[in-house]
């Protein structure tokens, strides 16, 4: 439950904070934080086995919901992304020059390839005999990588909370709550994908899960 009202509470303390479409960049952390707090990281977790809000759906049904949230979210994340950096082409900014800057702009483009790879799974019968990798590897490798890509998301994420923004923007208590919703729910979806799919000799290994 943890992992759900965080994901809820984030993206609304931003809402509340930068009022979306007031400017060009309101639509920036409303969108990101929607895009990725809220969209990517349920679409995670409705896979957990204590975490989900719909442990009763079937594995495919679940993959089907996992790829429509995967697929919004990175929607939000490119206008998003569109948003800041039209947001300083107008305002002749430089582009890229904060750490936040520098994560955000590699963030965005291992979540597309993360997407391309999911792309692969869920096509693989008309792909698999281009890729020539076996589905279950495949699996495993759009996991981990999906655990890499929401170590950089989390970073990148608690970065902003340091940009120039944030620091003038947020209520104290509004930052120390928004710190506290991007760890726990980056700590519910890391637990849930190292337990899924990791090798671990008791349980099989991560082959286990990636095969099913
Ligand atoms: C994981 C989600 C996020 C990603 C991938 C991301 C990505 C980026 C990128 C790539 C830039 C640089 C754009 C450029 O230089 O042209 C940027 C700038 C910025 N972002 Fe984010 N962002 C995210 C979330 C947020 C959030 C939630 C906030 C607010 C709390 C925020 C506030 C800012 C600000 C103020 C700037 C301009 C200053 C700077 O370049 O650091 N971002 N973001």
């Known amino acids: 439950m943890v992992a759900h009202i965080s994901a809820i509470v984030f993206p609304l303390i931003i809402i509340v904070a930068v009022v979306p479409g007031s400017s060009l960049f309101s639509w920036h952390p409303s969108l990101m934080a929607i895009g990725f707090s809220l969209l990517m990281s349920e679409g995670i977790v409705l896979f ?7 442990p009763s759906w079937s594995r495919p049904d679940k993959a089907w919901l996992h790829a429509v949230l995967m697929g919004a979210g990175m929607c939000s994340v490119c206008l998003g992304f569109l948003a800041i950096f039209f947001n300083k082409r107008l305002a002749d900014k430089p582009h890229f020059t904060t750490w936040h800057g520098l994560f955000g702009l590699t963030t965005v483009c291992i979540a597309g390839a993360q997407c391309l790879g999911g792309s692969l799974v869920k096509y693989y019968r008309y792909v698999g005999s281009y890729i020539k990798i076996r589905l279950a590897d495949l699996k495993l490798y759009h996991a981990t990588s999906g655990l890499l ?18 620091q003038s923007s947020l209520h104290w208590l ?4 928004s710190a506290a919703c991007i760890s726990a729910t980056s700590l519910v979806v890391m637990t849930h994908i190292t337990a899924a799919y990791m090798p671990s000799p008791g349980r099989g290994g991560g082959y286990m899960a990636a095969r099913s």
């Open 48 to 54: 957990s086995q204590s975490s989900s809000l719909i």
């Open 174 to 177: 509004a930052w120390y709550a």
């Open 149 to 166: 890509s929401f170590v950089l998301f989390t970073v990148t994420l608690l970065l902003s909370l340091y940009s120039g923004w944030a």
